[in-house]
Nanobody, 115 residues
Framework: QVQLVESGGGLVQPGGSLRLSCAAS????????VAWHRQAPGKQRELVAR???????NYADPVKGRFAISRDIAKKMVYLQMNSLKPEDTAVYFC?????????WGQGTQVTVSS
């Protein structure tokens, strides 16, 4: 079992950067695929970026080239570096850990991109 806590959200101007952190407790994250999802008001939750248990990454088209997901297995941390932020990136960002049919979610962290 894994417990996830996100942090690092906040208010940032367009073009700015933020780094989100997802702290995991419980099982090692090396055996989980961990992803960042986001949900904007009135919209469905969507996948932003994912890192597999083997360390391979993939990104949603809207964030390719701007966001980077990484992990520190020893620290049980997963990060989302977000650069060149746009107003449309405004959302609550959630961390998700998945292994087979078992999935765990954090409580989310708000990211607001506005001038």
């Amino acid at each position: 079992q894994v417990q996830l806590v996100e942090s690092g959200g906040g208010l940032v101007q367009p073009g700015g950067s933020l780094r989100l952190s997802c702290a995991a407790s419980g099982s090692s994250i090396s055996t989980y695929a961990v992803a960042w999802h986001r949900q904007a008001p009135g919209k469905q939750r969507e996948l932003v970026a994912r890192i597999s248990s083997f360390g391979s990454t993939n990104y949603a088209d809207p964030v390719k080239g701007r966001f980077a997901i990484s992990r520190d297995i020893a620290k049980k941390m997963v990060y989302l570096q977000m650069n060149s932020l746009k107003p449309e990136d405004t959302a609550v960002y959630f961390c998700n850990a998945q292994r087979g049919s078992f999935g765990y979610w954090g409580q989310g962290t708000q990211v607001t991109v506005s001038s």
